[in-house]
Every structure is written in structure tokens, then in C-alpha cells.
T-cell receptor, first 112, second 115 residues
């Protein structure tokens, strides 16, 4: 069994401030972990993925995430928010042969 | 450009009607998926297919049907048996036949509204 919990359905940050979106997962096998971004009325786009290589994963648009096995977490961060980062972000987990399970999403608002 | 094309982008349906959503990919991907997205619920898997002429039910398959006659195409039919069909539907594909290990590539979605 696998599951994803995203803490906070809405997060607001000021432009230039740190972005931190939280994701905790549960998996009975070593997980594959993903962060996706969705802009309004569009599909999802992969930001980054963890596949058991380096625990700190760098993605597109300056985002990165750190895999912490002891905390079962995969939080997404960006040092400085930009207005174009306003979107909905989804964390997802998979155990290989298992289908991908998505979290409920976090909407990021960037305040000028 | 390679990608996934979903059509129509917006669709209105009367209660009791079946509708078919189109999904075409030119990425040469083996696996294709249909997800349903509702506000605050994330994405839920309806059906997926790893090879032509084979598909499996996902978590919420009731009231939906699919076919996979060609590698490039994976249409979804929303039948009248689906009790609450108003939603945003997303089609995706992946390079790897094993579900869950690879990056998912998404189309831009189809928004279905039942009047």
C-alpha cells in the first residue's frame, strides 16, 4: 500500500521569499517520488523525480527536493519565489510495479 | 513536436448521454493512462494500458470504458452509468511498460460538464 499527504492545500509566499511545500509518503517498498506542477486548465508537468540515486534532487525552474527516509518526507523548495511559480503542485509516489498515487495538491500563491 | 493531444478541451453533456474523450500520443510510449481530477481530491486513476489490446481498471473505473486498438490512441467513454461525471479528465503516457516507474507525460485535459 502507498499514500501521499501534502500538508496545506493553499500556501502563500511573497515574491522573493522561500517556497516550501510539504509532502510525506507511505510505501511498503522503496519508493519512486515525484513532484508535478499544474497551471490553470492545463495538464501536469514533471518538476523533478527521486529514483534512489542522490537524495537531493534538482528540478526545473530552480526547484529542488530532498528525500528523507527517516522522516518519510520529500519536501519541495525554491530559494526565491517568482510570480510565475503560482500554480498547483502535486506530490506523487510509486513503488515500481504499483501505479502512481498522487497527493491532493497544494496551490501556491505568490504575493507581489 | 511530440506530445499528447486531448480533445475536446471543453464538452457539455446532457444526463443519460455517453461521451467519448479522445487521447492521441506521438511519443511512441507503451503505457497510457486516464485520470480524473476533482477540486481538492488530486488525481484518481480510471484506467490504464501497458500494451495494445490490453487495459486494466484503476481505482474508479465504474461508469467508464476504454479501448486500446492502436499504440497511439486511448479513448475514454464516459457512460450514463457514471453518477457524477462532471470533472477534469487527464490523459497521460509513459515510456516504461511497468506502471509507476517512469515520468508521466500529460495532455492538456478535457473538462466535461453535465447539464
Amino acid at each position: 500500500a502507498q499514500s501521499v499527504t501534502q500538508l496545506g492545500s493553499h500556501v502563500s509566499v511573497s515574491e522573493g521569499a522561500l517556497v516550501l511545500l510539504r509532502c510525506n509518503y507511505s510505501s511498503s517498498v522503496p519508493p519512486y517520488l515525484f513532484w508535478y506542477v499544474q497551471y490553470p486548465n492545463q495538464g501536469l508537468q514533471l518538476l523533478l523525480k527521486y529514483t534512489s540515486a542522490a537524495t537531493l534532487v534538482k528540478g526545473i525552474n530552480g526547484f529542488e527536493a530532498e528525500f528523507k527516509k527517516s522522516e518519510t518526507s520529500f519536501h519541495l523548495t525554491k530559494p526565491s519565489a517568482h510570480m510565475s511559480d503560482a500554480a498547483e503542485y502535486f506530490c506523487a509516489v510509486s513503488g515500481g510495479y504499483q501505479k502512481v498515487t498522487f497527493g491532493t495538491g497544494t496551490k501556491l500563491q505568490v504575493i507581489p | 513536436d511530440g506530445g499528447i493531444t486531448q480533445s475536446p478541451k471543453y464538452l457539455f453533456r446532457k444526463e443519460g448521454q455517453n461521451v467519448t474523450l479522445s487521447c492521441e500520443q506521438n511519443l511512441n510510449h507503451d503505457a497510457m493512462y486516464w485520470y480524473r481530477q476533482d477540486p481538492g481530491q488530486g488525481l484518481r486513476l480510471i484506467y490504464y494500458s501497458q500494451i495494445v489490446n490490453d487495459f486494466q481498471k484503476g481505482d474508479i473505473a465504474e461508469g467508464y470504458s476504454v479501448s486500446r486498438e492502436k499504440k497511439e490512441s486511448f479513448p475514454l467513454t464516459v457512460t450514463s452509468a457514471q453518477k457524477n461525471p462532471t470533472a477534469f479528465y487527464l490523459c497521460a503516457s509513459s515510456t516504461q511498460g511497468r506502471v509507476g516507474t517512469g515520468e508521466l507525460f500529460f495532455g492538456e485535459g478535457s473538462r466535461l460538464t453535465v447539464l
